[in-house]
C-alpha cells in the first residue's frame, strides 16, 4: 500500500503533497487567525492540516518502504540524513493541527463583552500558528533539501548545463 502505484513509488508522489501545502497552510492558518472577517473560515485551515498530517504519515512511512528498496539494491543504507530529519516531519505537521485548533477554540471563546475573543486569547492564538506552522515550515525545508541532495546531488554534479 505504501511502496508503489502504478510502478512509481509512493512517496516521490506523496511528498509533495507535503511540501507544498504545509507551508502553505501555515501562512493560510495564520492569516485566518489574524483577519477578523476571515475567523470563521478557520475551521477549512483545520481540515487542510488535518489532510497534511496524514500526508506526512504516508510520506513518512513510504519513505521508509523506498529506502528498504533502495538499500537492497545498493546493500547500503541510503539518504540516511534524509530519514533521520523525516521521521520528525509528521510531529510539526501535528503541532500545526494542534495549534490551528487552539486558535480556532481560543477565537470562538467570548470575551466578558460577550463581543468576540478576548485580545489575551486572540495573542495567544496568533502566537501558537506562528510558532507552529513557522517551526513546520523550516522543518519542512530542511527535509525536503536534504532529500533533494540525497536524490540529485551526485546527478546534477556530472552533468553540463544547456547551452
Known amino acids: ?25 501555515a501562512v493560510v492558518t495564520v492569516v485566518f487567525v489574524i483577519r477578523p472577517r476571515w475567523r470563521s473560515e478557520l475551521p477549512w485551515a483545520i481540515l487542510g492540516n488535518l489532510l497534511v498530517f496524514g500526508a506526512s504519515l504516508v510520506a513518512k512511512k513510504s519513505g521508509l518502504n523506498l529506502q528498504a528498496r ?22 510539526f505537521a501535528f503541532a500545526q493541527l494542534l495549534a ?20 489575551p486569547a486572540l495573542a495567544l492564538a496568533i502566537v501558537l500558528v506562528l510558532v ?7 522543518w519542512t525545508y530542511r ?13 546534477i554534479a556530472n552533468t553540463k548545463p544547456h547551452p
Not at 82 to 87: E, G, Q, R, S, T
Not at 113 to 118: D, P
Open 1 to 25: 500500500m505504501f511502496d508503489l502505484i502504478g510502478g512509481l513509488p509512493v512517496h516521490a508522489l506523496v511528498v509533495h503533497v507535503v511540501v507544498v501545502l504545509l507551508p502553505l497552510l
Open 70 to 91: 533502495l538499500s537492497g539494491l545498493t546493500g547500503r543504507p541510503v539518504a540516511t540524513w534524509h530519514a533521520h530529519l523525516a521521521n520528525w516531519l509528521p510531529y
Open 132 to 138: 507552529a506552522g513557522g517551526a513546520a515550515t523550516v
Open 100 to 119: 490551528s485548533v487552539l486558535a480556532w477554540l481560543l477565537i470562538r471563546s467570548r470575551s466578558r463583552r460577550g463581543t468576540g475573543a478576548s485580545r
Open 143 to 155: 527535509v525536503g533539501d536534504s532529500g533533494a541532495r540525497a536524490v540529485w546531488q551526485g546527478t
